[in-house]
């Protein structure tokens, strides 16, 4: 069997998987935030933090609570990263640097893990599974909990409240992650993760020379960063490093677990709207987004552009051997997708047209399907957008699921679609304008552009892959990278609640023969045409700077 052929096997059986899960998984997730019911260990959380599990909060005291919660989380593991030497398990370990503390903080808590350090020589034990870790568990319940609240405000047939935040985020971690977790940190433990509290092991290599090999608690960091859509890694190599993802078949089981829950959540925002048609709707325009990405990522990857390719005969730089071009651009798509960043090979190494579209990928707001919950959401934002653009086709009222689309939800769907072009573009052109920043640039022309853009474009749409080329542990990409992940994580975040607040407000609609229906395959096509268009009016001057120009020339 070629190579082609078993990579091509490989993602067909990861998405057959997906497809079994998807139905029970997504009804058990609906299950969870319909219920009356509160486990022993949530009651005694809910005691501990005075917490009311039966009050419903409105949409501004839904955000104040998410916010006030982010706030102290990045505080905590701020400090946790500045005395980290003084610290259990701290493994000869120093304090880490303000500037990267602070992007550091803010990538974990905004669910990026963009990382401008080296895991093994940076973070000491106790920071990674005390801090990061479990970082990786609530900012992913942070995501699925806002996306919950939008399916209520659909959904709410009179004007009431949209849940409880504390209530939401405990039942996502204890009753969704944790479970999930548990089951999955075993079976990567199986293959080959590491689990363990060793000392870093100084070795006598054969040539006489010394070599460092780190230990950690890596299978339970490892399994939530890809289920949580995290990213980030335990060690530099990310998931390319063996003790991350030993062999090829967990290389599958972690792809797998990047597109678990975001490709349930449709069935879940489909069961608890009461119309399983409409998430059949959104799903269907996700994978048709994702299909057309990945399609063109390994067209581009297998067309061996270039002589040194063609003569090695595969584009196998900054690929793993033991995975090869198709898994490896399967990973990468997955993971610009999904807002997951997690890479188990390096995107710059990627030929010019490929690593455009995985920038494109990123751009497209990772609808496809998307991170935990943000995903959802933003495919709903986008449906929104297409109910609205079709009304004005038609000339009527544009009405989403009985709740009609007015002049206040447009704005906020605008300001949520303007929200990561400003950051990504105006930060582009910063780091671009200063001669300071220069240096930190590997590759001149098109290709330094577009490691300077994807940087912003991972940070500001909270992916945190990294193109590589780009040396961003210096005070200014610190600084404003961390910026970027926060506006680009807590603006849309609280957007999306107020449209929550303002969908719960309004009695549905009945539906009428001049309703629009938005269950069908145009009105998918039609989604997946508005995300395409906007993405291309908005960046494609960037990109054509950037990876188009680079690629057009080779």
Request: glycine letters at 10%; hydrophobic letters at 50%.
């Amino acid at each position: 069997m070629n190579a082609t052929v078993a990579g091509i096997l490989q993602i067909v059986l990861v998405l057959a998987a997906l497809a079994l899960v998807h139905r029970p998984l997504g009804d058990y997730i609906a299950a969870q935030f319909t219920s009356g019911k509160d486990l022993a260990v949530e009651r005694w959380i809910y005691r501990l933090c005075a917490v009311d599990p039966r009050s419903s909060q409105r949409w501004t005291s839904y955000a104040r609570s998410l916010l006030t919660f982010s706030v102290l989380s990045v505080v905590l593991l701020y400090v946790m990263q500045r005395l980290q030497s003084w610290l259990p398990f701290s493994v000869g370990m120093p304090p880490v640097e303000p500037d990267q503390a602070w992007n550091t903080a803010i990538s974990f808590v905004t669910n990026t893990n963009w990382q401008s350090y080296s895991g093994e020589a940076a973070m000491s034990y106790f920071t990674q599974a005390a801090g990061l870790a479990v970082q990786n568990f609530v900012s992913a319940a942070v995501g699925i909990v806002v996306a919950i609240v939008l399916i209520r405000g659909i959904a709410a047939r009179s004007a009431q409240g949209l849940g409880n935040f504390w209530v939401d985020l405990t039942r996502t971690v204890v009753r969704i992650l944790l479970p999930l977790s548990l089951v999955f940190a075993v079976v990567l433990m199986l293959g080959g993760v590491i689990q363990n509290l060793q000392e870093p092991l100084v070795v006598t290599t054969l040539d006489g020379g010394t070599q460092t090999i780190p230990g950690g608690l890596v299978a339970s960091q490892e399994v939530i960063k890809e289920l949580g859509t995290n990213g980030g890694g335990y060690f530099n190599a990310n998931s390319a490093h063996p003790f991350e993802n030993p062999a090829a078949w967990t290389n599958l089981v972690e792809i797998f677990l990047i597109l678990l829950i975001p490709t349930a959540l449709p069935r879940t925002f489909g069961r608890m709207v009461g119309s399983l048609r409409q998430g059949y709707a959104v799903i269907a325009a996700m994978g048709t987004l994702f299909v057309l990405s990945l399609s063109a990522v390994i067209l581009s990857e297998l067309a061996n552009n270039g002589s040194a390719i063609a003569a090695a005969g595969a584009a196998m730089e900054g690929k793993e051997v033991r995975f090869g071009i198709i898994p490896s651009s399967f990973f990468a798509v997955a993971t610009t997708l999904t807002s997951t960043g997690a890479v188990d090979s390096f995107h710059s190494s990627y030929s010019a047209l490929g690593g455009g579209v995985l920038v494109m990928n990123m751009l497209l707001g990772e609808i496809a399907p998307g991170g935990v919950g943000s995903g959802l959401y933003g495919m709903l934002i986008i449906a929104i957008l297409a109910v609205f653009i079709a009304g004005l086709m038609v000339g009527r009222t544009p009405e989403y699921m009985g709740k009609k689309i007015g002049a206040t939800q447009m704005k906020l769907v605008s300001l949520y679609i303007l929200v990561v072009p400003f950051v990504v573009l105006v930060g582009t052109g910063i780091a671009l304008a200063i001669p300071a920043t220069w240096d930190s640039i590997l590759n001149a022309g098109p290709h330094g552009l577009t490691e300077v853009l994807y940087a912003f474009t991972s940070a500001g749409n909270n992916n945190g892959s990294a193109f590589a080329g780009l040396s961003a542990n210096t005070p200014f990409f610190n600084v404003a990278l961390g910026l970027a992940m926060a506006i680009g994580r807590f603006v849309p975040i609280v957007v999306i609640l107020a449209l929550a607040g303002s969908l719960a407000g309004q009695k549905p609609a009945p539906e009428t023969v001049g309703t629009l229906p938005t269950h069908r395959p145009q009105f998918v096509s039609v989604m997946v045409g508005v995300s395409l268009i906007v993405t291309l009016l908005t960046f494609l001057p960037a990109l054509a700077l950037g990876p188009l120009a680079e690629g057009l020339s080779s």
